[in-house]
């Protein structure tokens, strides 16, 4: 079975610098995708990122961005220029197959707060 | 945009109550997912279906059954209703195409069972 680690559970970073939350898995399958999802307080998750395990390339948006290490199954996820509506709960996912008939399977999610 | 709405944002019952959570979505998704959330624990998923009338077990299924009668429709049902159970519930949906995997959330029920 896949598991997902992320392993700060609270974070904090000052209006517009950067911060790097932390998401390791483990996993014995070669192709597979991986997904930050974003839950502002009171307000619906949303996707912020998604990465397919066969694309060398790490994905970006905008002022996201992640730095995918497949041999070391790490999944972070950076964010540049912080702004306070980046206040939220992070989760990181991952879904061992392209059809979109799989679960995801989530970490235990970091709260990130954004200081003014 | 893709909108999945779940019936009540709040819901206060009592232990022994059977306990309806219904979710819709309006882009005729093939994929329907309900998952658990509780602090410290993430999201846990408890039932999913990939078409009308078919369900597939999750993580976390004990005391609890779904429906899916309609596809833009799934319900979860709390048969017996139980103070483990208070919790968040977050429904989602996605497209059945291949790499179309993005699940889209609705709002979730914050349920409580007294």
């Known amino acids: 079975a896949q598991t997902v680690t992320q392993s700060q559970p609270e974070m904090s970073v000052q209006e517009a610098e950067t911060v790097t939350l932390s998401c390791t898995y483990d996993?014995?399958?070669?192709?597979?995708?991986l997904f930050w999802y974003k839950q502002p307080p009171s307000r619906q998750m949303i996707l912020v990122i998604r990465?397919?395990?066969?694309?060398?390339q790490n994905a970006t948006e905008n002022r996201f961005s992640v730095n995918f290490q497949k041999a070391a199954k790490s999944f972070s996820l950076k964010i540049s220029d912080s702004q306070l509506g980046d206040t939220a709960m992070y989760f990181c996912?991952?879904?061992?197959?392209?059809?979109?008939?799989?679960?995801?399977?989530f970490g235990k999610g970091t709260r990130l707060s954004v200081i003014a | 945009d893709v909108k999945v709405t779940q019936s009540s944002r709040y819901l206060v019952k009592r232990t022994g109550e059977k306990v309806f959570l219904e979710c819709v979505q309006d882009?005729?998704?093939?994929?329907m997912f309900w998952y658990r959330q509780d602090p410290g624990l993430g999201l846990r998923l408890i039932y999913f279906?990939?078409?009308?009338?078919?369900?597939e077990k999750g993580d976390i299924p004990e005391g609890y059954s779904v429906s899916r009668e309609k596809k833009e429709r799934f319900s979860l049902i709390l048969e017996s209703a139980s103070t483990n159970q208070t919790s968040m519930y977050l429904c989602?949906?996605?497209?059945?195409?291949?790499?179309?995997?993005?699940?889209?959330f609705g709002a979730g029920t914050r349920l409580s069972v007294l």
């Open positions: 989602a949906s996605s497209s059945g195409g291949l790499a179309k995997n993005i699940q889209y």
């Open positions: 996993t014995s399958e070669n192709n597979y995708y």
């Open positions: 990465q397919e395990a066969y694309k060398q």
């Open positions: 996912a991952f879904m061992k197959s392209h059809s979109g008939n799989t679960p995801l399977v």
């Open positions: 882009m005729d998704h093939e994929n």
């Open positions: 279906s990939y078409d009308v009338k078919m369900k």
